[in-house]
């Protein structure tokens, strides 16, 4: 379980630095909810759709994506649920991820910078 887990979350990190938009599709649930809460209380909110497009159009994209900072953390987990820490390049992501029969996908993201 652990390890479908983990390749969900490396899907989401390292489509975004490989510019891998189906890889970072896989990842998601059609009802992502990405959000970030600024220091002036704004919440950006991005969705699947605009994930993928962007990973697509290579905003995250990284000079040497095989060497590109990606610490994930499992920090819970049940047979449906699981709770992951991620740490990128430039974000810190909490990340819910839900099983989807065989497979695990991401349904919500709450982010900061680093």
Known sequence: MEETILQAALDYVEGWYH???????????????????????EVWEVNKE?????????????ENPQKGRKVVTILDTT???????????KFVDYVH??????RWVIVNVLWDYV
């Open 97 to 102: 991820l839900a099983r989807d029969g065989d």
């Open 79 to 89: 047979e449906t649920m699981a709770c992951v820490k991620i740490v990128s390049e």
């Open 50 to 62: 605009w994930m993928v497009e962007a990973t697509g159009d290579g905003r995250g994209r990284i």
């Open 19 to 41: 510019a891998d938009a189906e890889r970072m599709g896989r990842a998601l649930h059609p009802k992502l909810a990405k959000r970030r809460v600024t220091p002036e209380g």
